[in-house]
């Protein structure tokens, strides 16, 4: 059984930084494909970032490009994902999700308010 736990997420003002964790367990990471989404209050899931299993693929959405970059340490079975120049758009739930082959699994997400 696969789990992620999130961690990083917290208040930041319009303009500043935040760097969120997904840690996984179990010894599938290192093939998986790895994918933050947020959740906004009464809006869907939006697919943020995407990295593939070496790390040298990376895809974002529109509305990120440029201030987040995701990466990952498959030495420590982990997922991280840098957010700059945070707008108050941004704030959302944040999810990552691993996937590999037929199977995905879901951390709990961790809170991201961008105000001031």
């Known amino acids: 059984q696969v789990q992620l736990v999130e961690s990083g997420g917290g208040l930041a003002q319009p303009g500043g930084s935040l760097r969120l964790s997904c840690a996984a367990s179990?010894?599938?990471?290192?093939?998986?494909?790895m994918d933050w989404y947020r959740q906004a209050p009464g809006k869907q899931r939006e697919l943020v970032a995407t990295?593939?299993?070496?790390?040298?693929?990376?895809n974002y959405a529109d509305s990120v490009k440029g201030r987040f970059t995701v990466s990952r340490n498959n030495a420590k079975n982990t997922v991280y994902l840098q957010m700059n120049s945070l707008k108050p758009e941004d704030t959302a739930v944040y999810l990552c999700?691993?996937?590999?082959?037929?199977?995905?699994?879901w951390g709990q997400g961790t809170q991201v308010t961008v105000s001031s």
């Open positions: 179990g010894s599938f990471f290192t093939m998986a494909v």
């Open positions: 990295i593939r299993p070496s790390g040298i693929i990376a």
């Open positions: 999700r691993l996937t590999i082959g037929a199977n995905d699994y």
